[in-house]
């Protein structure tokens, strides 16, 4: 790191000269000059050997460096009054490996990294544990930006997934805060967050999230409520510091690709998304005789529970109950779905509700459960023609129905984790359309790995056009001055413009070998070596001291 390496750079100078000075301070008149060479070798050999490990790609400097301090090793056998040149010589020697550590950590691009916990990877408990309320989206990205090494952010929360996109100015450095952030923020120890996360960098990041867009890593594959969950961080992060060009750029690509799979493809056909998989789970374990006649009941009238119902009437329901705070999202689901019986009931009367009911569908905010082992002890038992069993079908995340219900043996308890069940039909199609949709997110992936790159010569453009405007400013002014202060303004204008237009031509050239947008044949590799030979010839700061620039300005920040 740019500031760390500063640090333990100069900790290490000062330990060695230490030891070198106290050395020679503690020998005893008679020390032979070859004891003191020994003494000295043995101080200054550390570093050296450092000095080879990190600079294996400079022969000539290692070379010259070997060469340097074996003289001085030889001259030191002739000559005891050389301590201050051991000085001088150690400070060289680390001056070299203070920068090699500098240059190494400082040519790390930041990268886009995800660390994620899904419901292929992590429980349900620590799942709503981990989850933000979109709410807090805005909140938590300022927070996550706030940290050393994180300069983008977005949070992607949802009932199957906890996700968080950085742009990380050191990915291992990232990784640890956002992963100590998210300790912090949970309550769980990072150890147990270690235990069930997954991280994806670059290219391996930018596909997962195109994957996730599309649906296919949801666990109803092609289900669309993911793409408009992705849509939401978006809106959310429009205007929030730290929801940044990368990240939203990320973000916006995605969406169009979650559109052109369901567009070019038929994975949403016969896919279902959450809600649905819900209903296919409870009439799966309903006997198929009681279909048309079990008592259903809905608690919570937002957009899941708005799908339930919706997925009810499609599979034959005509008659349920919907349990809410409000009457209003009732009557405008009632005015929406025609020719069925949506029976409004408040929320305090959610348990009487309950002992009439054969199948119960939870879908609310509460973050207490609204149902424990106590309350359905309480209830009265089906009847035999739908199983003997009440069912608990509860799709929300933190649960609204305890794990202990099961312990009842007159009730069974679902989650979305349960939902595995419903989906393990048309494995074979789904692969098939999964195929289709991959090369969809290859192609897109490509593009969007193309406008990043691109991103990086943007540095170097803007200083070569500034160090060109310098140049033509100063040069003009020598110009007009010289030709007298009663110029007309159409010939100080007409300069100005000549000036202008050769500035604009000779750039040009430069300027079109530095495009990496995928409208010509020139590779990434030649636009970045066109980049870096610009930074050359011209002495531009390169991305590398921004990059520094960046950490140090928020180290600085967060020490205030």
Known sequence: MAVSSTFAGAKMETLLVSNTTSSSMSMSPSTSPT????????????????????????????????????????????????????????????????????????????????????????????????????????????????????????????CNRMEIYVVALSRHRGIKEVTEWMSKTSGLPVSEICQHRFLLYDKDATQHLFEVSAGLDSLVLGEGQILAQVKQVVKVGQGVVGFGRNISGLFKHAITVGKRVRTETNIAAGAVSVSSAAVELALLKLPESSHATARMLVIGAGKMGKLVIKHLVAKGCTKMVVVNRSEERVAAIREEIKDVEIIYKPLEEMLNCAAEADVVFTSTASETPLFLKEHVTELQPVCDSVGGLRLFVDISVPRN????????????????????????????????????????????????????????????????????????????????????????????????????????????????????????????????????????????????????????????????
Not at 102 to 110: G, H, L, M
Not at 147 to 157: G, P, R
Not at 545 to 550: A, H, N, R, T, Y
């Open 35 to 158: 004891t003191i060479g020994l003494l000295y070798k043995t101080a200054v050999a550390p570093p050296k050997r450092c000095h080879l490990i990190k600079n294996q790609r400079s022969n000539s400097r290692i070379i010259s460096s070997d060469v340097a301090s074996d003289a001085f090793v030889r001259t030191v056998g002739d000559k005891v009054d050389s301590t201050n040149a051991a000085s001088a010589s150690s400070l060289s020697a680390l001056e070299q490996l203070k920068t090699s550590a500098a240059d190494r950590y400082t040519k790390e691009r930041s990268s886009i990294v995800v660390i994620g916990l899904s419901i292929h990877t992590t429980p349900v408990e620590m799942r709503e544990k981990l989850a933000i309320p979109e709410a807090e989206w805005p909140r938590a990205i300022g927070e996550l930006c706030g940290l050393n090494h994180i300069e983008e952010a977005a949070v992607l929360s949802t």
């Open 401 to 560: 129905v305890g794990s202990c219900v099961n312990d009842l043996e007159t009730a069974r308890a679902y989650n979305v984790d349960d939902l595995k069940e419903v989906v393990a039909a048309n494995k074979e199609d789904r692969l098939r359309k999964a195929m289709e949709a991959q090369a969809i997110i290859g192609e897109e992936s490509k593009q969007f790995e193309a406008w990043r790159d691109s991103l990086e010569t943007v540095p170097t453009i803007k200083k070569l056009r500034a160090y060109a405007e310098r140049i033509r400013t100063a040069e003009l002014e020598k110009c007009l001055s010289k030709m007298g202060d009663d110029i007309p303004k159409k010939m100080r204008k007409a300069v100005d413009d000549l000036s202008r237009g050769i500035v604009n031509k000779i750039l040009h050239g430069p300027m079109q070998h530095l495009r990496c947008d995928g409208s010509d044949s020139r590779t990434l590799n030649e636009t970045l070596e066109n980049m870096h030979a610009l930074n050359r010839m011209f002495s531009l700061e390169t991305e590398i001291s921004v990059l520094e620039q960046k950490i140090r300005s928020k180290v600085e920040q967060n020490q205030k």
